[in-house]
């Protein structure tokens, strides 16, 4: 498992974590499958939206080159999320103007 750290909009602080991460190498091309799940880091007075922002799942097409693995293609497909349309709107707890 994979995590990462970041902060979106007004969705504050997140937590990325990929899992099952699935890689077939053929020669100097390969594909990997793999899932995120992205989480917000709330105080727990403030769980009503819910702790899990989206699940995805990635589809990657890579090729190797002579620095190294790249990606040559990514498919991203949202199969579950409980943001707003525009996350930017989205507001968790109390959250200052900008």
Do not use: Y
């Amino acid at each position: 498992m994979n995590i990462g750290f970041g902060v979106t909009g007004r969705l504050g602080t997140t937590v990325h974590a990929t899992t099952d991460n699935l890689i077939t190498i053929k020669g100097d091309e390969a594909t990997q499958l793999s899932f995120m799940v992205v989480f917000r880091q709330v105080p727990r007075e403030v769980v009503s939206g819910g702790l899990v922002i989206a699940t995805e799942r990635f589809e990657d097409r890579l090729v190797r080159t002579d620095d190294g693995w790249s990606f040559d293609q990514r498919i991203m497909t949202v199969l579950q999320t409980n943001a707003a349309p525009d996350s930017s709107l989205q507001q968790v707890g109390v959250v200052e103007s900008l």
